[in-house]
């Protein structure tokens, strides 16, 4: 099956597109990366999305992206990120991708939206407008949109719409958001939700603590978010903390805004997963001084995770 | 010819895009308002800027409004607004619509730009991306977009980029800025550039008094823009600023952020521009109250202006 | 009497703090211009908001002016704004101004307010750290705070705290936010409360006519907002239109971002209210090409308003 | 001596202010604290900034935490906060601490800021508002202030104010700001200038390897930040690197918008530095489970810092 559902758990990988230096796109890489999210044992990819570098595409390069993706995925579902600035934009792109057997689709607010009756009175557009019949997750990432969303605006947002089937987790602070939620849910005012959590992990250790259902980012070792949101379900903390902690500083490293992307394609590389770490323009690059850094931290890594000790041996 | 110049005088419209009640782009109306526009005696159009719901559109309706206005407009420039998060859209449509014949196309700088220096690169990427051989608008309006650009750094865009042949100026306030460019081509510092005015028009007369050319903007009396522009140019400023003070009442109603363009599109109705001042959502709607209001100011205006006298009497 | 209630009606006039050319307070033009509001007719004088440069004040220079204009309006409402970023300066100064006679305060949110239980509850801790017995205005003016406040919101902040008796409406637009104000009285949800429009008057003709009490700004003819304000609340909407439009090219001139500050305070010592036009730094500064643009609107007003005419013999 | 330099080494506290439950200040613990800050080991004291809630202080309560820990800190430089609204309440306040023989004072810019041109004449304004003689800290803070200043516009403050002695480096990502700051002086384009970095020490571990002369943060451990410092200053990468990482996952945690310092005056008193971990409102609360978690994160921190183990003994 290729859905998703208010019941999704694990680790859903945000992927990169992966480009050939010279700007064009690396369908051999899409493949490849695509085996390698697989074989990270994740439970679902969600393509498309801002560290998915979609402004870059236009409407064709995203459709043939989201084509190859599915495809090769099989099995595994495939959620494509649909924010533009308007809804004729999102319609065509979100029909499109669900025709390729996506299994739903991403929507983050616009930045513009202020008032809580404003962000609530978007999705309900939104929803209308693509397709009520469409189930969508609901991205909630201030640090980067702007908007902030108590809540309850989340309750209203999720009662309002049936599609809505699963929260992108990223505000930051955002610990108490998720209890709150769950709270709501154990109080009957609340209906079944999956959340899964981006920002890049940074309190995945917590989260998954708090309620959370798993993780939703594109951090270069979804392997280890996979074993960490397995550790947490079965209940061995130490296990859970012991290997989170092991990758924070360089989960760290790559939870830079702007050039976080670039540190992140670096590692796929580095990893085998992508043949080039090329971004389209605009893009941050990394220093050699970067470059420097995150071997040192891949190196110390190594000690920990026998993951980080397999790439480094891999030809760079 | 149907191109624009680092000389061009005068008044382009922003135009609508008129829609059917039920949503679905309304051909016959877009026919009807390159007319009216046409006989309002305006130099050009400017089609797919935020006024004229751009982001409301997908990709293949963006294309068949540009086509359709550049066929009607025949001789008249089109300049064709891309503004898009990413620039493989904007690179798609430019080459879409110089294809069909549009003059040019016109790019406002993304919300998240800061710096100077991330200011000029952009122009320059966006540029190189869409092909330094398309002449484009610059915009500048940091009440909408939130960039603030100097004059040094427009005149190191405009040095920058020879594609860069006009700027649409809409800072406010901005009186100072017509100066300081003027300013640098008079030292010759800057080379020519064609500077027309948008921001509804709300400075529209002493912006001609500091060194514009004209206006940009979508008032829905381009008539009157028209006549204001060339009393100022041939020196006539009293009839300029009696004109203008005429309809500032409206025209100062008609400058209402989200609302503004109900007004504009009812108004173009009443004129009997286009059947339906229908907007695609999310829209600001007029109330009935706001209606009377405008009908009111419409009455004022046609103690001193016969064009809204004759407006009045057009079924509604 | 000094006070103010949800039943004030007319203009408050925003009052400029009069400067010596070398930067100290000009005690002198503190008398007479409180003198010149005075004789203008207005019904009241709020002080040390943003266009009183009250941020280039420090705290015993605030209280300085605020006795000095508290006594020198006798009978006249004086009120004072005491937005700070925080509660403990804003406490500071409530008290020692209500201890010289103020009538109330005013308060306006941090622009870090985003979701409604954000502004609602900053409100009810505000009112709280001064004291629930200072009466309060709630200043609503989202193009310079950047908070966005629905009638909702407004509702429970006036519900929520008995001391707030006055909104001072300059959301932008705003036209149907009084009407919804006025409306959810109508249906009794929501207790009397003044409301007095700022935004620069821009649009008082009709904020009258949607059931505002008046104007709280500071154009430099506020015996013009007198005027406009009467003749509305007596019916005679002719009257009330004709003066306003007027103005409307001043009143829109001045109403300038940043630099409307250096334009009222021009046209207020032209006017001989205050002896010099000087600012403290930081301030948005007249060029001379400004200075003829503001002159040249004093002659064409004086064909209007006898006011101006007066104003234009008087010695710069 | 009292002063810092350009050469200013090693680790600078963000001091925390402390209040007793019913938000007095608690002045017996602001000594306390100031003992605890020299038997960390650090090198001044920086007081009154955000994180020491300067805005819930008023004029009067300033100058008294200013007496006070600057009479304490005996030899130990102290910096203070004055970052406010307006020049006037700036000058005031630094003249009255520098009066009191603190060391200097920090300058944020306001969050209005846009062009590179503003942000440098706003601290000439500022310095030359204060008094040139006067040495400040340029805060750069992007994250909180909204202002981006890059390398460069940090050169033209640098060069136009000799006060500026030091820049506090909270910009994130910032790595690559450091080195380009440093190569600049390398160039003999920018002048010496003590760095030292905030940001919560987030990424303390590389900005020392770049160039930084140390930190300055209120990490409630800092005691390791002087260790990370002084292992890095000696070339013990390795050791620098260890120690950083064991605190990383409560760095983490503890640098969090808003909740931060609640999770900061937590640790503090845990430590025993201060009484209670009160805070005047606003204030970010911790909840029963962030306790826990932090609770948590402490006892996994004492295997790898005694510190950590020690302070665990302490009473709650």
Chains 1, 2, 3, 4 share one sequence.
């Not at 209890?179 to 250790?205: H, K, T, V, W, Y």
């Not at 998954?208 to 074993?227: I, K």
């Not at 394609?265 to 970067?290: C, H, N, W």
């Amino acid at each position: 099956m290729t859905g998703f559902s208010t019941a999704t758990k694990g680790v859903y990988a945000i992927a990169a597109t992966p480009f050939h230096p010279d700007g064009r796109l690396d369908q051999a890489s899409v493949d490849r990366l695509t085996d390698f999210y697989i074989g990270c044992g994740v439970d679902g990819v969600t393509i498309l999305g801002v560290m998915g570098e979609a402004p870059k595409l236009d409407a064709e390069e995203s459709l043939a992206v989201a084509r190859q993706v599915v495809k090769r995925a099989g099995a595994l579902p495939v959620i494509v990120g649909i924010s533009a600035p308007g809804f004729a934009t999102m319609r065509s792109l979100a029909h499109g991708v669900m025709d390729l057997g996506a299994a739903g689709v991403m929507i983050a607010p616009p930045s513009t939206l202020r008032t809580d009756d404003q962000i609530v009175g978007y999705f309900r557009q939104a929803s209308e407008a693509i397709g009520t019949d469409i189930p969508f997750v609901l991205q909630d990432y201030p640090l980067v949109t702007g908007v902030m969303m108590t809540p309850e605006v989340i309750r209203r947002i999720v009662t309002d719409n049936p599609a809505c089937r699963m929260l992108k987790h990223e505000d930051w602070p955002g610990l108490e958001k998720i209890s709150a939620i769950r709270a709501m849910q154990a109080e009957g005012r609340l209906r079944p939700l999956s959340i899964l959590c981006g920002n890049g992990g940074l309190f995945l250790d917590f989260e998954t603590e708090r309620g959370a259902d798993g993780a939703m980012t594109g951090y270069a070792f979804p392997d280890m978010l996979v074993d960490v949101v397995s550790a947490a379900h079965r209940g061995d903390r130490a296990a859970a903390h012991d290997l989170f902690d092991a990758h924070l500083p360089l989960l760290r490293y790559e939870h830079q805004q702007g050039v976080g992307l670039a540190v992140r394609k670096y590692v796929l590389m580095r990893r085998g997963a992508i043949a080039s770490d090329a971004q389209r323009t605009p893009a941050g690059r990394l220093t050699e001084a970067s470059k420097r850094e995150i071997d040192f931290l891949l190196t110390r890594l190594a000690c920990h995770d026998s993951r980080a000790n397999a790439m480094i041996l891999a030809p760079v």
